[in-house]
């Protein structure tokens, strides 16, 4: 199925262009998480302006936010229902024209994570025939596909970043799968376009991020989980 892969640069430019990490542009202050689990702000991981050829899920006019608790990573940021992630969409009208500052706790600010610009994104087929689609949200129907579907390429790092298409699982499979339907992933390491790799926050070391938009429900309701 059609995916798209984006490129990475260290820093963006301001304003709401797609990147992950740094600040979030715009955020009204009240409007930056809090990790239900630790009760402190979590850390900014993604803001991603919609873009209907490459994330279909962000209606048009809405910016896509994404947050995870990165204190002391204690807090089960990887789980759907944790509370210690975020993931939501707000209208361009509603934000500002400046950086949100940092929020600043008793104990601190949360973790600024590295900021990434996507200078590009490329399209490609993840490998997966459309026709086969709903087994990719399903662990046994997952689990049962032969390897050369169910995992392309070997699980190759620069695979495992993409916007669009089915999810392309850890090693572990389908084990949680929110309602709806893949919106982008982000792999723990992401190439950069000037070479080498970063780590973009932490998902349990080595795993993947996925977020994911259930469009049956008004407004459409997105989710983000971790799985290694
Ligand atoms: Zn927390």
Redesign the pocket.
Known sequence: MLSHYPRFRKGAAQGLVPKLGGLPWGLPAERWPV??????P?SHLAQLPADPAVLPGVADGEVLFAFK????S??S?WEVDG??NAVFTVPRQALADAPTPVPVVEDGTPELLPELAVTHWHAADDGAPAELEEAFYDYGKHSDLPDEIAHPHDWASEWRTKAGGVPYWTANGAQQVPPGRLVLQIDNWVALEEGGTTEVANFCSDGTAYVFVDRSQTPPVYSLIINR
């Open positions: 990790c239900e689990e630790c009760g402190r979590m608790c990165e204190w002391d204690v807090c940021f509370g210690a």
